[in-house]
């Protein structure tokens, strides 16, 4: 037996972009990075402007309101720099410099 679809308050949480991470770690660079964030693919790039990033997977299954972000992040991730490449059967994206 099926039950409706609960409705849900608004939750906040604290976030800390990529950029930050690399900050507060006093990192220089790294050479994969892989981003798996349940829909928030698109703005957990946002958090990526300074940060030296050789290689990115990032996950783009249909999590968004069953939508793939694969247009989104593709776009963010020339916007940086990147070069971009996708497999039709995978839900990933593959970027690197």
Do not use: C
Request: proline share 5%; glycine share 4%.
């Amino acid at each position: 037996m099926l039950q409706k679809k609960q409705e849900h308050e608004p939750l906040e949480i604290e976030t800390v972009t990529i950029d930050k991470i690399f900050q507060d770690q006093d990192l220089q660079k790294i050479d994969l990075l892989k981003i798996e964030a349940e829909g928030a693919e698109p703005e957990v790039l946002e958090g990526l402007k300074n940060a030296e990033v050789r290689q990115i997977v990032v996950s783009t299954t249909p999590e968004r309101s069953g939508q793939r972000p694969i247009k989104e992040v593709k776009k963010k991730l020339d916007s940086l720099g990147f070069n971009t490449k996708t497999h039709p059967k995978q839900d990933f994206v593959y970027a690197w410099k």
